[in-house]
């Protein structure tokens, strides 16, 4: 059983979380452990550890409005990928958030038909559970992202205003001294 649970500034869990972000995401692409808090401190999501039998085995941060779930990351330790660890912790967020609509981004590969792109490999991956690819690159920084969906697609005017609303919140909650670490769906 995967078992999700919050990991705020004091979590036991910190570390492997700043290692496993470091590890999982690149540079231009990562947000730091102090920004994911703020979500949780401008009630608009959370950072969260995935336990497997009391055992760490990876983090998601989650941002959240009016009936959406957007996973802005889900990682999971490098020993433990390809053992259905990923699919779990889907499963549970799925448990824990009945009735809202899943959604993510994840890169556009340069070319879907490359079967051994990390890209698009991680498409399949969200596909095989019940996500949607819109495929509709939407740029963040200048990189192509796909917007994925499980349980209903959401309408790209609707998604833009749930980036801007979270983002707006979590700028309050920094006290609105801007970042460039946080991802609003624009470029």
């Given at each position: 059983?995967?078992?999700?649970?919050?990991?705020?500034?004091?979590?036991?869990?910190?570390?492997?979380?700043?290692?496993?972000?470091?590890?999982?995401?690149?540079?231009?692409e990562?947000?730091?452990?102090?920004?994911?808090?703020?979500?949780?401190?401008?009630?608009?999501?959370?950072?969260?550890?995935?336990?497997?039998?009391?055992?760490f085995?990876?983090?998601?941060?989650l941002?959240?409005?009016?009936?959406i779930?957007?996973?802005?990351?889900?990682?999971?330790?490098p020993?433990?990928?390809?053992?259905?660890?990923?699919?779990?912790?889907?499963?549970t967020?799925?448990?824990?958030?009945?009735?809202?609509?899943?959604a993510?981004?994840?890169?556009?590969?340069?070319?879907?038909?490359?079967?051994?792109?990390?890209?698009?490999?991680?498409?399949?991956?969200?596909?095989?559970?019940?996500?949607?690819?819109?495929?509709?690159?939407v740029?963040?920084?200048g990189?192509?992202?796909?917007?994925?969906?499980?349980?209903?697609l959401?309408?790209?005017?609707?998604?833009?205003?749930?980036?801007d609303?979270?983002?707006?919140?979590?700028?309050?909650?920094?006290?609105?001294?801007?970042?460039?670490?946080?991802?609003?769906?624009?470029?």
């Amino acid at each position: 059983m995967t078992e999700i649970v919050p990991a705020g500034a004091d979590s036991p869990y910190r570390e492997r979380i700043e290692a496993l972000n470091a590890e999982a995401f690149p540079e231009p692409e990562r947000t730091s452990y102090d920004d994911m808090l703020l979500a949780e401190k401008a009630g608009c999501g959370g950072l969260f550890a995935a336990l497997e039998d009391g055992e760490f085995v990876g983090f998601t941060y989650l941002l959240w409005q009016e009936g959406i779930l957007y996973i802005y990351y889900l990682a999971v330790e490098p020993a433990l990928r390809g053992r259905g660890c990923g699919s779990r912790i889907i499963g549970t967020l799925a448990e824990m958030y009945p009735g809202r609509i899943m959604a993510l981004s994840a890169e556009t590969p340069p070319d879907r038909s490359d079967t051994e792109d990390i890209r698009s490999r991680r498409i399949r991956f969200y596909e095989r559970n019940g996500f949607v690819d819109d495929r509709r690159p939407v740029p963040w920084r200048g990189i192509p992202f796909d917007m994925m969906y499980r349980g209903g697609l959401i309408p790209d005017d609707r998604m833009k205003k749930f980036f801007d609303e979270t983002e707006k919140a979590r700028k309050a909650a920094r006290g609105g001294l801007g970042g460039a670490s946080s991802r609003n769906g624009s470029s």
